[in-house]
C-alpha cells in the first residue's frame, strides 16, 4: 500500500472485532512510532501497550465513557516524558512530537488492517492514575488497535480551494 492510499482511505473506527492482535503487527506499528521525526530529535515520548481488558475498560471510562476504546484487543497510550521544551516558533515540542508519532502509528495500523480511532477527549489526571504515569509526564493521545468491526465511513474534507493560498495568506 502507498502512503497516499493509506493517507485518503483510513477512517476513526470505533468498533472492533473481539480479535487479538499478532506481536508482528503491533511491533511494526510501534516502530512507526520510534522512527517518527521530532523537535531536534529529542524523542521524549513513552507509548504504553494497554491489552488488560479490566485496564481498557478503566481508559474508557476516563475518556469519557466511549466504550469502543475497551472493545479493542490493545489501547496505546501516547505520553510526552518531558513537556517544557517550545520550539523557536513558540509552539510547544511535545504535542506536535507525539501527535506526529501517532500519526504515523495510525497509518502504519491501516496498512497493516487495523483500525484506529484517535482520542482526544480524555480526562488527563485519571488516565494517569490508571497507568501510574508519574506526574511529570503528559498524556497526549490514545487510540484503540484492533481489527475494524464496521464498514468504514466516508467523512468529507475542505477543499483544497478552501485550506490552501499561495504567496500570502488569503
Ligand atoms: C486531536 C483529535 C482528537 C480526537 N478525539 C476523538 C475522540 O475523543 N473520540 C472520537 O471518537 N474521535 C476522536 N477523534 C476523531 C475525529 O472525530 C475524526 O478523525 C474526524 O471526525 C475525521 O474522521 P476520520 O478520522 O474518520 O477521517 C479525534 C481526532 C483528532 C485528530
Redesign the pocket.
Same mark, same amino acid.
Given at each position: 500500500m502507498d502512503v497516499f492510499t493509506a493517507i485518503s482511505q483510513?477512517? &476513526?473506527v470505533?468498533a472492533y472485532k473481539d480479535t487479538d492482535i499478532g506481536e508482528d503487527e503491533l511491533k511494526r506499528i510501534l516502530e512507526a512510532a520510534r522512527l517518527s521525526p521530532s523537535s531536534s530529535n529529542r524523542q521524549e515520548w513513552k507509548f504504553i501497550v494497554v491489552k488488560n481488558k479490566e485496564t481498557r475498560k478503566k481508559l474508557a471510562n476516563a475518556? +469519557?465513557g466511549?466504550s +469502543?476504546i475497551g472493545e479493542a484487543p490493545v489501547v496505546l497510550v501516547a505520553c510526552a516524558t518531558e513537556s517544557k521544551a517550545i520550539m523557536a516558533c513558540g509552539q510547544p515540542a511535545y504535542t506536535v512530537d507525539v501527535?506526529i508519532a501517532c500519526a504515523f502509528m495510525i497509518l502504519q495500523a491501516y496498512e497493516l488492517g487495523l483500525g484506529t480511532?484517535?482520542?482526544? $477527549? +480524555?480526562k488527563e489526571d485519571e488516565v494517569k492514575e490508571i497507568l501510574k504515569i508519574p506526574e511529570h509526564v503528559r498524556v497526549v $493521545?490514545m487510540t484503540p488497535l484492533g481489527y475494524p468491526n464496521q464498514p468504514? &465511513?466516508q467523512?468529507s474534507r475542505k477543499g483544497l480551494d478552501q485550506i490552501v493560498c499561495f504567496e500570502k495568506y488569503e
Open positions: 483510513r477512517r &476513526s470505533r475518556a +469519557f466511549q +469502543f501527535s480511532c484517535w482520542i482526544g $477527549a +480524555f $493521545a468504514l &465511513s467523512k
